[in-house]
């Protein structure tokens, strides 16, 4: 992490984060009819990008620590950070994972969701709803004075309990002006244990959930994550700020947000 110090957000800066933040997931929405069989991931970096350009914001993962592409596309066994590829062109049947993370006046809008290319499998279906429903269930710990222990303890408890592994290696993080910072929030844990919350805190709550081992290993292009056993893994993110009362979902499109 580049920043051991967890900064707490003023009003001010929780709304400019939820700018970033619906617009990252505008971006999300505006690529979703373009995933389908024969598409290729590039052809979905490209039209992000372009997207990004024109909304006045920039994409983070361009470049960042030498990342080549301006999303992370990661289908099927792909965990996470899968770079975007010309030849490799989406197949019905095929889940992807779908990074985003404009920079709009500084601020990161850090989410990611699941996209199904064509008919699913019954396991890829159940793994994609079962993972979105594990961030939902780490979301809802979040509230001042709850422990950053709560919220991979909810995660891990569900994800197990339906026959799922946690990924370890990766976690959330804070986000602001920086892209990752402190805390980082695992997805796995126990009830009561870790820092604290306080209102301010901005972080993402991202779980990527396997169907067979929890373990990963990184390819030879040192991005791309995929599961030890090569079967399948899903991953739903959001970025969420700590309020005085429970949590701000900031990455929620513009007409879910509560005002």
């Not at 929405?29 to 992000?48: C, Q």
């Amino acid at each position: 992490m580049s920043n051991e110090t967890i900064t707490l957000m003023s009003q001010r800066e929780i709304e400019k984060m939820r700018q970033a933040g619906q617009l990252a997931a505008q971006l999300l929405a505006y690529l979703e009819p373009m995933v389908k069989p024969g598409v290729s991931t590039l052809e979905l970096n490209d039209a992000a990008e372009e997207w990004t350009q024109k909304h006045g914001a920039k994409s983070a993962p361009l470049g960042y620590h030498d990342f080549p592409k301006s999303i992370c596309t990661s289908v099927n066994e792909v965990v996470c950070h899968g770079i975007p590829n010309a030849k490799q062109i989406l197949r019905d049947g095929d889940i992807i994972n779908i990074d985003v993370t404009p920079i709009l006046d500084g601020y990161h809008g850090d989410t990611s969701r699941m996209f199904f290319v064509g008919e699913p499998s019954p396991i890829a279906r159940k793994l994609v709803e079962v993972t979105e429903e594990c961030m939902w269930r780490g979301i809802r710990e979040v509230k001042p004075g709850a422990r950053i222990g709560d919220i991979g303890a909810a995660i891990q408890e569900y994800a197990e309990s339906q026959g799922f592994s946690v990924v370890q290696d990766f976690v959330g993080h804070g986000v602001g002006r920086i892209f990752h910072t402190a805390p980082q929030i695992p997805h796995y844990g126990k009830r009561g244990k870790g820092k604290k919350l306080r209102p301010g805190m901005v972080f993402t709550i991202e779980p990527m959930i396997n169907v067979g081992t929890w373990e990963v290993e990184v390819l030879s292009d040192k991005w791309t994550a995929v599961t030890k056993d090569r079967q399948l893994s899903a991953q739903f993110e959001h970025t969420v700020a700590v309020t005085a009362t429970g949590v701000d979902v900031l990455t929620l499109m513009p007409e879910l947000a509560v005002a």
